[in-house]
């Protein structure tokens, strides 16, 4: 694969009423350009968009998604890259939600885009807004590629006795209920990007990942294959977030609906919304939680203690479910950035193998990196996720496999 921009891959995660983007290539992984639209639908809409060393900011009402694109792509004819010309070799969509029907990076065609909206039920907050994304992108750029990279798709193959909830099969038969798990993209890429820095074969080895963000999942890898995860249905289950409380008795729920009067949005906004590290203490955001509790907030150390009681639980579950363990890693924002998690959320283990070094832990450094001692029997790493190149390298594998399929036909 040569430089030319016309290599280049355009990556789009489209929310509600926000748009990330990158236009990267997606062979040396360099970003070309990156940017964010940001409360679409509102007056006070904004864009910043950064290339070349320069950020271009834009104020003002953007009334939807394909005017905040059409302003993007404008910013992006001023800063050098005309992308409805020959500038992109191909746009690739993060969709969070695959059902049973997408499992690989797909070739988006109006049957493709009508089935990710049908999935809308299974995610209602993220699939319509990645369908709006779509439909924006292939507007402005009729004759660009365009392919859609689902959350879901790794762990499609998960054993039947991981994706299986104990309901009422045909209940559960009706509704498309099962363990679906999503920051896929992340978990596979980190998995491959881990099998390099120990230098063996993925499929030799057994991992735990735990992608902590603003989201956060952890996932059981044997040879490459996700064996368990834990979001399901939807990204709520499993560890504490953000703004998601993870796990909890679903009788709970019932209690609320009977006690509080809670509808459905009333339970949507509860779970999605006000729980989690934001429910308990009040902030979402990581760095405030740290500082509150160095301010002797009692409410934010009550968080920090429920989110790595969680974490550990699972590590707990997955050393057992994999039997044998090669490496524990962490990434996103919180796993990469925090070395007070990763201490506490492998602490004690020693037992098991599993130990931090404290100065590697806390060693300012960036890239991928062992934190365990040189002696310890299972190695534990930090590495950066990246799924924005993940997606780029997917839709430029696929475009490029179609149009050899073309050739051939
Ligand atoms: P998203 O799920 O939105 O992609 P990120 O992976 O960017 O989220 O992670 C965001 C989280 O990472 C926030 O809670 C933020 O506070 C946390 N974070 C970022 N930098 C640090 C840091 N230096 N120390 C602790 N937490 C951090």
Known sequence: MSNAADDLVLVINSGSSSIKYQLLNPESGVVVASGLVERIGEQSGAIEHKAGGRTVEHEGPISDHKAGLQLVFDMFAATGHDLTGAGVRAVGHRVVHGGEIFYQPTLITDAVVAAISDLSTLAPLHNPANVTGIRSTRELLPGVPQVAVFDTAFFHGLPAAAKTYAIDADVAMAHGIRKYGFHGTSHEYVAGQVAG??????????????????????????????????????????????????????????HLMRSANLDADGIDQLLNRNSG?????????????????????????????????????????????????????????????????????????????????????????????????????????????????????????????????????
């Open 277 to 409: 590290i934001k429910g308990l203490s009040g902030v979402n955001d990581f760095r405030e939680l740290q500082r509150l509790i160095d301010t002797g907030s009692e409410s934010a150390r009550l968080a920090y203690d429920v989110y790595i009681h969680r974490l550990r639980r699972y590590l707990g579950a997955y050393l057992v479910e994999l039997g044998r363990v090669d490496a524990i890693t962490f990434t996103a924002g919180v796993g990469e950035n925090s070395p007070q998690v990763r201490a506490d959320a492998l602490a004690g283990l020693e037992s098991f193998g599993i130990a931090v070094d404290p100065a590697r832990n806390t060693a300012k450094e960036r890239g991928a990196r062992w934190i365990s001692p040189p002696d310890s029997r299972i190695p534990v790493l930090v590495v950066p996720t990246n799924e924005e190149l993940a997606i780029a390298r997917a839709a430029h594998d696929v475009v490029a496999s179609s149009e050899n399929l073309t050739e051939i036909s």
């Open 197 to 254: 820095l120990l230098e063996r074969d993925p499929a030799e080895l057994n991992q735990i990942i735990f992608h902590l963000g603003n989201g956060a999942s952890a996932s059981a890898i044997r040879g490459g294959h996700p064996v368990d995860t834990t979001m399901g249905l939807t990204p709520l289950e499993g560890l504490v977030m953000g703004t998601r409380g993870g796990d909890l008795d679903p009788g709970i729920l019932l």
